[in-house]
């Protein structure tokens, strides 16, 4: 079965930088969407990025600049390299996958990892 394992997630003061890594398995990775998430006490979960299997990217307007999403097809891999780092950047980063369609819709993806808490302290 798909299984998506998150790490990377931490605390850091704002301006610094975090890399957030996504594990998976279970599945041809490289035909797959791939797309981080978040989540905020009390807010909805949101995209933050997304990349097809021909590693076409799209961002998120508040991700736009700072982060960036990318990954190792060789590796069953996906990363985010989340630099400037802001207070409002703390939340629970979820990885996820789905065949189709790509894009930053949380209700298009089926598969989800368990999340990486990433906190910004001001």
């Known amino acids: 079965q798909v299984q998506l394992v998150e790490s990377g997630g931490g605390s850091v003061q704002a301006g610094g930088s975090l890399r957030l890594s996504c594990a998976a398995s279970g599945y041809t990775y490289s035909s797959y969407c791939m797309g981080w998430f978040r989540q905020a006490p009390g807010k909805e979960r949101e995209g933050v990025a997304g990349i097809d299997s021909d590693g076409r990217t799209s961002y998120a307007d508040s991700a736009k600049g700072r982060f960036t999403i990318s990954q190792d097809n060789a590796k069953n891999t996906l990363y985010l390299q989340m630099n400037s780092l802001k207070p409002e950047d703390t939340a629970m980063y979820y990885c996820?996958?789905?065949?189709?369609?790509?894009?930053?819709?949380?209700?298009?993806?089926?598969?989800w990892g368990q999340g990486t808490q990433v906190t910004v302290s001001s």
């Open positions: 996820a996958a789905d065949p189709y369609p790509c894009g930053l819709n949380v209700y298009d993806y089926s598969y």
